[in-house]
């Protein structure tokens, strides 16, 4: 198995700009999770998906940030406009139980920089 | 505020010690994993523990859950270099997984 594919493994934009965070998940993975990483908040849930159905959004910090899942295969993650504040590690991750015993398995991430 | 705590924040030891780090909470959990990163990379499963007071180990890695399904403990014997990187653990809020600050580990040849 190719694990979690995530795309691209670094980004560096200017403050305004639109960036596209892209992943595809492990085939057959039904949850599939968006995560931020910075050494001042550590790694912090900004969304997940059931069956490419958005079900808790509450960690997506303001407007500017969105996430689709299209199908079962690819989720994007878009900021618009991008903040330097935005600059982080973003971290795809997908499971296929939920609940005790669930495993995430996690891509390799997105070093996102925002000038 | 931190649903979860992680201590000692960093820890740098020479290879062949033993060491244990700690997970702490004050809420319950349905379950608790520990993670392990290593630099450009992803978190990657280490363990999960579901049961009060179970111990899991793995290798030279023994991990333990609290009685109260509060707290947990990671205790590496004889570590390597191979063991440096950041250690995450994660709790079960039933909705998905929070995770801790965690603890940057580096051990040295």
């Known amino acids: 198995d190719a694990g979690v594919i995530q795309s691209p493994r670094h980004e560096v934009t200017e403050m305004g700009q639109e960036v596209t965070l892209r992943c595809k998940p492990i085939?057959?993975?039904?949850?599939l999770f968006w995560y931020r990483q910075t050494m001042m908040r550590g790694l912090e849930l900004l969304i997940y998906?059931?069956?490419?159905?958005?079900?808790?959004d509450s960690g997506m910090p303001e407007d500017r940030f969105s996430a689709k899942m299209p199908n079962a295969s690819f989720s994007t993650l878009k900021i618009q406009p991008s903040e330097p504040r935005d600059s982080a590690v973003y971290f795809c991750?997908?499971?296929?139980?939920?609940?005790?015993?669930?495993?995430?398995?996690f891509g390799s991430g997105t070093q996102l920089s925002v000038l | 505020t931190q649903l979860l705590e992680q201590s000692p924040q960093f820890l740098s030891i020479q290879e062949g010690e033993n060491l244990t780090v700690y997970c702490n909470s004050s809420s319950v959990f349905s379950s608790l994993q520990w993670y392990r990163q290593e630099p450009g990379e992803g978190p990657v499963l280490l363990v999960t523990?579901?049961?009060?007071?179970e111990v899991k180990k793995l290798k030279r890695l023994t991990f333990q859950f609290g009685d109260a399904r509060k707290d947990s403990s990671l205790h590496i014997t004889a570590a390597q270099p191979g063991d440096t990187g950041l250690y995450l653990c994660a709790g079960d809020y039933g909705q998905n997984f929070v995770f801790g600050p965690g603890t940057r580990l580096s051990v040295l040849p």
């Open positions: 998906f059931n069956n490419n159905v958005p079900i808790d």
């Open positions: 523990v579901v049961t009060g007071g």
């Open positions: 991750a997908s499971s296929v139980t939920q609940g005790a015993g669930e495993k995430l398995f």
């Open positions: 085939s057959g993975h039904d949850y």
